[in-house]
């Protein structure tokens, strides 16, 4: 029963490289999210996708892209990092829109740094 | 001024103590509210959730929500070494394009010392 899954658990970049990060989640739910989370500012919403195909920019989309080509996996792209994207990154998952009683459930997260 | 505001801590206290957690928020429109519990190194995971204003009782943990006061709390009674983790508080309600944004706190650390 592994829930969500995101890969890898660390990485370490240099300025201006691309690289992808994965999410997958085996509980069928349609909405899927990424967040960031650093100190003193909580989780932010990147971006998000409510199914199959769909993704919408959340509150700090700038310098991320996404796709949801299959229900179970959604992708976080950054094109050109930066140091100011050093974060640990939090895929979620929720069977609709994550109201109280529609939980998202998180993966374990990402730890990137930028050099 | 943020929409949720939540106090970072960190807060100490001994095991058995009652452990009182706190957020304020500005967004009348918010309608679930909820808590999540965060262990070093792990995504968040659903604590509890209110819908509206009133308490909400689960084991050790109490969740209340004053609607009027835009201020939510969770309370923990008999607090244990494994209650140690960040608390973050999180809010529901406002649509955008269909979505219903969910906002977080920066989340309380919390360590409950034996």
């Known amino acids: 029963n592994a829930g969500v899954t995101q890969t890898p658990k660390f990485r370490v970049l240099k300025t201006g490289q691309s690289m992808t990060l994965l999410c997958a989640q085996d509980?069928?739910?349609?909405?899927m999210y990424w967040y960031r989370q650093d100190p003193g500012m909580g989780l932010r919403l990147i971006h998000y996708?409510?199914?199959?195909?769909?993704?919408a920019k959340g509150e700090v989309p700038d310098g991320y892209n996404v796709s949801r080509l299959k229900k179970q996996n959604f992708l976080l792209g950054l094109e050109s990092a930066a140091p100011s994207q050093t974060s640990v990154y939090f895929c979620a998952s929720s069977y609709l829109t994550g109201g109280g009683n529609q939980p998202q459930h998180f993966g374990d997260g990402t730890r990137l740094s930028i050099l | 001024q943020k929409e949720v505001e939540q106090d970072p801590g960190p807060l100490s206290v001994p095991e058995g103590a009652i452990v009182s957690l706190n957020c304020t928020y500005s967004?009348?429109?918010?309608?679930?509210f909820m808590w999540y519990r965060q262990y070093s190194r792990k995504g968040p995971e659903l604590l509890m959730y209110?819908?509206?204003?009133g308490n909400k009782e689960d084991g050790r943990f109490t969740a209340q929500v004053d609607k009027s006061s835009k201020y939510i709390s969770l309370f923990i009674r008999d607090s244990q070494p494994s209650d140690s983790a960040t608390y973050l508080c999180a809010m529901s309600g406002v649509t955008s394009g269909g979505y219903n944004k969910l906002i977080f706190g920066a989340g309380t650390r919390l360590a409950v010392h034996p």
């Open positions: 996708s409510v199914g199959e195909g769909t993704t």
């Open positions: 209110t819908y509206s204003s």
């Open positions: 967004n009348s429109a918010f309608q679930y």
């Open positions: 509980m069928n739910h349609e909405y």
